[in-house]
Nanobody
Framework: QVQLVESGGGSVQAGGSLRLSCAAS???????MGWFRQPPGKEREGVAY?????YYFDSVKGRFTISKDNTKNTLYLQMNSLKPEDTAMYYC????????????????WGQGTQVTVSS
């Protein structure tokens, strides 16, 4: 079992930056780690993930950067040029590539950290 704990959320004005962190309770051999978010009143959506390669969803391309420090068992999300529509609860997740062709699936989830962007 892997426990994931997010931190770094907060309130910021549009155009500002935040860096989210996700600490894993132990080294995870998960081949995939990623960030997801759930805006108020909407369904959860993908933000970015690392499964060997790095993938960004269209809404954050060019503004967010995902990275991982295996020595610290920590996943990061650097968020720049934040917009009000980025307001959401942000979740960290870990999982594996499964299936043919391989696709990312996520088994472990953190409790989330709130990001609020004001205009």
């Amino acid at each position: 079992q892997v426990q994931l704990v997010e931190s770094g959320g907060g309130s910021v004005q549009a155009g500002g930056s935040l860096r989210l962190s996700c600490a894993a309770s132990r080294y995870t051999y998960s081949s995939c780690m990623g960030w997801f978010r759930q805006p108020p009143g909407k369904e959860r959506e993908g933000v970015a993930y690392i499964c060997g390669n790095t993938y960004y969803f269209d809404s954050v391309k060019g503004r967010f950067t995902i990275s991982k420090d295996n020595t610290k068992n920590t996943l990061y999300l650097q968020m720049n040029s934040l917009k009000p529509e980025d307001t959401a609860m942000y979740y960290c997740a870990a999982g594996y590539l499964r299936g043919t062709p391989p696709a990312p699936t996520f088994d472990y989830w953190g409790q989330g950290t709130q990001v609020t962007v004001s205009s």
